[in-house]
């Protein structure tokens, strides 16, 4: 007993330590990750790339600098604004690592560095150096700290999801491979882990219900998004609790953006669609299909990662759109990359606001209710004209614009519910 009491005073000394040395006002990494549109799409590859091999197969997968860089950033910022930076160095992988932390009053981030390496050419790495701030830690008490908090929290489910498959993981020279065995079920875990789709029941039963949807929809009339998203969203109201509803929400949010987003879902968002509805229609907001487009990607993006990433993809495609060969920039595109994007934030952002997203859209009445019209916004231009008109997304009139369509956003009835 005086062995177990004395372990667990040390594990109690280490943790405070941590949170002494390692917790701050001042990040040691600038948070606030700025990814394009690429780095979003080459983030989701690179963390599906297991998902390629076939069930009880061996697989293998090289991972270099920069594909550890965007996918450590893409999951980091999933939940809040952070950043890593890993680097090689001597056959060993260094993390530097700053979080923000909800509001407390110790502070607001933590900044962590640590090694990893193959120590005696064990089968996988183990930390062989910790720095919690400007406190080094013995490498061996902090591994058990970091085991201890991981098993008393909701990261043991995902810690066991990312290391049961793993058979072998070498770091030599400036290139990390990663041997693993997996099996279906860990597949669908990791696909439902990546994507927020949560239990496939609960997923399931949107499908249905917009299957549903879909089969007795008029074709002579325009099918609104208004139209997919109160039904889902009553549903998810009368099935939520309090601590179930932002999963919920997720799932409603997933459900529609595959069907509305079908060809471009597959591509960023999930591997592959687990849409069931064999009738495809145009969805619309505003007599515009691409406005419902930009809408309902924007918000199932901003709830599979977060809202800071969200917004930086929508200007990102948009400065895209405006070079040669594109759409042309449009601000009426990003007034609904800017709506979904505060629609998603509020759908997943805390278990109240979900419940009260599921409320207020189970009443809407009609899209206008979630979307301000954009219509008068100017649109279709090339990068000479926007250059010329508004020079950068950091200009004055640029951001004049863009505070504009934040206000119209504001003033529009579900976000009054905030």
Known sequence: MRVVLYCFGM????????ILFGVGDRPELEVGWSPSREDLVRAKKILHEGSKNKPDEIGVIELNQADLNLASNYLLNRYSKSAARLEFNKNQLRFFVTMSLPENSVGKYLNISFKLGNVNDSELPVITKFKAGNLLLPAKLASLVIDKIIQHSSLNEYFILATRPLKQVKIEGEILTITYYTNKEILLQARN?????????????????????????????????????????????????????????????????????????????TPQSNATTSQQYAVFLYKRTDLAQHFIGSAALTASVNQQTAQIAGEEKELSDAQ?????????????????TRFGEMATSSPESARKMQKAMAKIKDYSDFMPDPRDLPEHMNEAE??????????????????????RISATPIYKTE
Do not use: C, M
């Open 324 to 340: 040669e060969g594109g759409s042309g920039f449009s601000f009426i595109d990003l007034a609904a990359d800017k709506a979904g």
């Open 193 to 269: 882990f990546l994507t927020h789709t949560g239990d496939n029941s609960t997923l399931n039963i949107y499908q249905a219900k917009l299957a549903n949807i879909i089969a007795k929809h008029d074709p002579e009339w325009r099918l609104s998004l208004a139209d997919l998203l109160q039904p889902l969203f009553e549903l998810a109201y009368q099935r939520s609790t309090l601590e179930t509803a932002i999963e919920e929400n997720r799932d409603v949010i997933s459900t529609i953006n595959d069907y509305v987003n079908k060809e471009e879902t597959q591509k960023l968002l």
């Open 386 to 407: 926007f250059k010329q008109r508004y020079e950068s997304v950091k200009s004055p009139i640029y951001q004049e614009i863009s505070r504009q369509i934040d206000e």
């Open 11 to 18: 594990l109690v000394i280490i943790t405070v330590l941590l």
